[in-house]
Every structure is written in C-alpha cells, then in structure tokens.
C-alpha cells in the first residue's frame, strides 16, 4: 500500500491497492454474513472496521478518518431527522385515528383486481405533486400496506407497488430534491432533464401498470380476500375508533405544506401535532397518551386479530434500528468518497468502455454499486455526476441524458438496497425488508433495463447539437489576412 501523507487532503490519489482491497472486503463481509441472515448493521459495521484499518494503513490519520465520517453524518442530517420524525407522524396518526380512516373509506372503493394499479396511480400522484418519496410512504404507503393486508395481497407486493409509486415522483417532480440534484450535478437545464426522463419512464410505467393489473387480478380470482373479513374488519373499525373525513384533514395538510414547499422537517412536525389533536379531540384520549404514542408508538389491544396486527405500529423507537443502519451505511460512505477510493475503482472501468450501451450500462451499474457503498442516493449522483460528466460530454452527449441516467441508477435503485437510507427507510416504514419487496417493484426495475435496451437500440439517445462550422467569408478574410 502506498504510504500517503499523515496529513493528506481529499484530493490525494489513494492507493489503487487499498481502493481494491476495501471494495473486496465490503462485498465479502455482505456476502458472507447474509446467507447466514447475520443483522446487517452488524455486517455493516464490520465492514466499516474494515475500511478504517485499511485507510490507517494506506497512510490517513485516524483523526482525519473520523472528520470524514463526520462530514457524512452532516451531510445527511436532515435525512436521519426525517427517520425520527416519520415515526413520530405515524405513531400519531394512528393514536388519532387518521390513518383508520384512511383504511375505512379506501376498503370501500378498491377490490383486489383494481388495488394495486390504483396504489400506484395515487402514490405516483402524491409524489409528484409533492417532491417526496418518503413522505409519500410514510402516510398514503402505511395505509395501503393494511388494506393490502386485508384485501389478501401479499405485503412485499403492496410494499413493492408503494415504492415504484412513490419514487416515480421523487424522479420526476421538479420539486424533488434528487431531480434538482441531478440536473445541477451535470449542468442541465432542470425541465430538460425532465423531458429527458419521460422518454424511458412514460414506456416502464405503463408497463408497471400492466404488471400490477395482472397481480392483482391473480388475487382477485384467487378470492383470497373474502367480502365478509372485509366487513368484518370495517365493522371493527367503527367499533373501536371514531371514523370521520375530519381526521383525514393532518394529511391534506401535510400534502400542502409539501405544496407550498414547507421543508419537510416543518411539515411532518407539524402533521405529528395535528395527529395529537385528532387523538385527543377525536378519539377523546389524554394528552399524554397521545404525545407517548410519537414516541412509542401506537398499540392496538381491540381483541381482533387482524386489526391489532394492522395497528401496532409507528413511534419514534421503532425507527431507531433504521436509524442506526443508516447512520452506518453513511459512514462507510463517507469514507470511500472523501478519501478517494471509489473514484480509483471506478475510473479503471471506464476506460474499458466502447460503446454507448455500454457506458450506460456502466452508469447504471455504478449508481447502483455506489449506492450500497456509501449508502445515499444524493452521494451516488454527486459522484458519478463527476465522474462520467466529461466522458459524456467528449462522446457529445447532452448532459440531460447523463442526468438522466444516474436517475435511473441511483433513485430508482435506492429502495432497493437495505442499509441505503432509502432502503432503511422504506422498509422501516412499510413494514417489509428491501430483499423482500424488490423483486415488486416494478417501475424501480424495469426503468433501468429499459434505458440500457434503448441505449444500445439507438433510441431516446439525446445528442449535443453540432458545433457550427465557420462561415466562408470567415475563411476569405482569414486568408486574406495571411
């Protein structure tokens, strides 16, 4: 290994050996532990050991190892906020009797055939309109997950339906924070970028669409879901809470404070408190019940089975083991960007690249592979946005299709990875591990495998536009100038 400086920046080539052996040592700690279903915050954590040893003996100070943790830590902090406060606004919601309601009025108005293309619509139109996957699931995606339940649908398939909805917004909508992202790391113009996108997204959501219409209907004849535990369930519904379209109003109002660009701290905060009224105002609790249940969560103790199971959830603990993974995956992220070591990796595969296929593929593949190292989509599209930036711009590519593709790569595959902050939190919230429900999530994969089709096909390839050529009489005073 080479002996870097002590005291050596962020800029400093790092070794290509430590670069390679911390990238080996990642992916065999993951593949060893898994199998035998070691907690991955353990593996994790292994693996950090890993790297930090790896680092010191390449040359970097220990102290200097952990500013660059740190620096990680800051630069996620909103995000690790929104892990407590989701708890929080969901533990409330369910003491208030908001996500209840929720239940009540969609078991009425979906059947098994229509419920999942109909989830996906709703979540695709609330993450739009809103800029936020994660809020999107923390509200509308809880309460599909218990009418799923009810209506016989597997949870990893109704887990899978939430995510592919609520990421096609946080790709598409010009108020999300990865859509700007992307578009600023690459130097396209934002609606651009917009454009860009739909050409390979309106084909893989109508093919979602498709897919989830023939799952659902797969249930529907099935008939496992019976109309009787339906009315069973609204019957205990009303027995046991108070249901109004009143309580649906904390939604609303959090779906307009997203609007009106509200930060999402402040929004789900107050969507929290709005849910304490509802619990003390609507289903006449003491106040303290309905502030300990932001934090413990809501316990159902109805007496039916099925409700108590759908119920007992939310709360600022039960999101505490996210948390820590999180915390974890940044960490390790933070490291191998900051000191240099994925970038050594990566630039070696680029220059094996021939083909725009091919350097799609590789974009594709990178945003993914960087996002289970570092753990944070906004870390894989800042780096790769860097890194493949000039090869796209050399091949006279627009930067639209760059940015496009570190979508495609690091948005969309995200959720699909457990220790990612996406993946921590989605499987947090919904109940269901990202092992389990990725193999549903259908927009998430089928738009990635799309773009690499249509790259190597000729199609939704965005040129630059040509440089123009000098004029003649240009040429004419140049020479006779001479």
Same mark, same amino acid.
């Given at each position: 290994?080479?002996?870097?400086?002590?005291?050596?920046?962020?800029?400093?080539?790092?070794?290509?050996?430590?670069?390679?052996?911390?990238?080996?040592?990642?992916?065999?700690?993951?593949?060893?532990?898994?199998?035998?279903?070691? *907690?991955?915050?353990?593996?994790?954590?292994? #693996?950090?050991?890993?790297?930090?040893?790896?680092?010191?003996?390449?040359?970097?100070?220990?102290?200097?190892?952990?500013?660059?943790?740190?620096?990680?830590?800051?630069?996620?902090?909103?995000?690790?906020?929104?892990?407590?406060?989701?708890? #929080?606004?969901?533990?409330?919601?369910?003491?208030?009797?908001?996500?209840?309601?929720?239940?009540?009025?969609?078991?009425?108005?979906?059947?098994?055939?229509?419920?999942?293309?109909?989830?996906?619509?709703?979540?695709?139109?609330?993450?739009?309109?809103?800029?936020?996957?994660?809020?999107?699931?923390?509200?509308?995606?809880?309460?599909?997950?218990?009418?799923?339940?009810?209506?016989?649908?597997?949870?990893?398939?109704?887990?899978?339906?939430?995510?592919?909805?609520?990421?096609?917004?946080?790709?598409?909508?010009?108020?999300?924070?990865?859509?700007?992202?992307?578009?600023?790391?690459?130097?396209?113009?934002?609606?651009? /970028?917009?454009?860009?996108?739909?050409?390979?997204?309106?084909?893989?959501?109508?093919?979602?669409?498709?897919?989830?219409?023939?799952?659902?209907?797969?249930?529907?004849?099935?008939?496992?879901?019976?109309?009787?535990?339906?009315?069973?369930?609204?019957?205990?519904?009303?027995? /046991?809470?108070?249901?109004?379209?009143?309580?649906?109003?904390?939604?609303?109002?959090?779906?307009?404070?997203?609007?009106?660009?509200?930060?999402?701290?402040?929004?789900?905060?107050?969507?929290?408190?709005?849910?304490?009224?509802?619990?003390?105002?609507?289903?006449? *609790?003491?106040?303290?019940?309905?502030?300990?249940?932001?934090?413990?969560?809501?316990?159902?103790?109805?007496?039916?089975?099925?409700? *108590?199971?759908?119920?007992?959830?939310?709360?600022?603990?039960?999101?505490?083991?996210?948390?820590?993974?999180?915390?974890?995956?940044?960490?390790?992220?933070?490291?191998?960007?900051?000191?240099?070591?994925?970038?050594?990796?990566?630039?070696?595969?680029?220059?094996?690249?021939?083909?725009?296929?091919?350097?799609?593929?590789?974009?594709?593949?990178?945003?993914?592979?960087?996002?289970?190292?570092?753990?944070?989509?906004?870390?894989?599209?800042?780096?790769?946005?860097?890194?493949?930036?000039?090869?796209?711009?050399?091949?006279?590519?627009?930067?639209?299709?760059?940015?496009?593709?570190?979508?495609?790569?690091?948005?969309?595959?995200?959720?699909?990875?457990?220790?990612?902050? #996406?993946?921590?939190?989605?499987?947090?919230?919904?109940?269901?591990?990202?092992?389990?429900?990725?193999?549903?999530?259908?927009?998430?994969?089928?738009?990635?495998?799309?773009?690499?089709?249509?790259?190597?096909?000729?199609?939704?390839?965005?040129?630059?536009?040509?440089?123009?050529?000098?004029? $003649?009489?240009?040429?004419?005073?140049?020479?006779?100038? $001479?």
């Amino acid at each position: 290994m080479s002996s870097t400086p002590s005291n050596a920046s962020s800029t400093t080539q790092p070794s290509k050996t430590a670069a390679y052996s911390i990238l080996v040592l990642i992916i065999a700690t993951l593949a060893a532990g898994m199998p035998y279903q070691v *907690d991955i915050k353990i593996l994790l954590l292994l #693996a950090l050991t890993f790297t930090v040893l790896i680092a010191m003996l390449d040359g970097w100070r220990f102290t200097l190892i952990m500013d660059k943790m740190r620096s990680g830590i800051v630069r996620a902090f909103p995000a690790l906020c929104i892990f407590i406060l989701i708890g #929080a606004l969901i533990g409330s919601w369910i003491q208030g009797g908001v996500i209840q309601t929720l239940i009540f009025y969609g078991l009425q108005i979906l059947s098994p055939a229509f419920f999942l293309p109909a989830g996906l619509l709703v979540c695709s139109v609330v993450s739009l309109a809103t800029g936020t996957s994660w809020g999107t699931a923390g509200t509308m995606g809880v309460a599909f997950m218990a009418m799923g339940q009810v209506l016989g649908i597997p949870a990893p398939i109704t887990a899978g339906m939430v995510v592919s909805g609520a990421f096609f917004g946080d790709k598409l909508s010009p108020l999300s924070d990865t859509t700007n992202l992307a578009a600023a790391a690459t130097g396209a113009d934002l609606f651009a /970028h917009i454009r860009s996108m739909l050409l390979t997204t309106v084909p893989s959501y109508l093919l979602s669409l498709v897919a989830f219409y023939a799952v659902g209907r797969h249930y529907h004849l099935a008939q496992s879901a019976s109309s009787t535990q339906v009315s069973e369930l609204l019957q205990a519904l009303q027995q /046991h809470f108070v249901i109004s379209p009143w309580l649906l109003l904390p939604i609303v109002a959090v779906l307009l404070m997203s609007l009106l660009r509200v930060p999402a701290l402040i929004a789900l905060m107050g969507g929290a408190l709005l849910g304490v009224l509802c619990s003390v105002l609507g289903q006449g *609790d003491a106040v303290a019940s309905a502030l300990n249940a932001m934090n413990s969560g809501y316990v159902s103790h109805s007496g039916v089975a099925t409700l *108590d199971t759908l119920l007992n959830r939310g709360g600022i603990i039960n999101m505490m083991g996210t948390f820590a993974l999180s915390f974890m995956a940044l960490c390790l992220g933070a490291l191998l960007d900051e000191l240099g070591y994925l970038r050594v990796a990566m630039q070696g595969l680029l220059q094996q690249v021939k083909r725009l296929g091919s350097l799609v593929a590789l974009v594709i593949g990178a945003c993914f592979v960087t996002n289970g190292l570092m753990g944070e989509v906004y870390l894989s599209i800042i780096v790769n946005g860097n890194l493949f930036r000039q090869e796209f711009a050399q091949r006279g590519l627009q930067p639209a299709m760059l940015s496009r593709t570190l979508e495609e790569g690091a948005t969309l595959t995200g959720p699909l990875i457990p220790w990612t902050t #996406a993946g921590a939190f989605m499987g947090g919230v919904l109940g269901v591990s990202a092992f389990d429900y990725a193999p549903y999530t259908f927009l998430n994969l089928i738009n990635p495998l799309l773009a690499i089709v249509f790259a190597f096909g000729g199609l939704a390839v965005l040129r630059a536009p040509a440089k123009p050529i000098p004029s $003649e009489p240009t040429k004419s005073k140049l020479h006779s100038a $001479e």
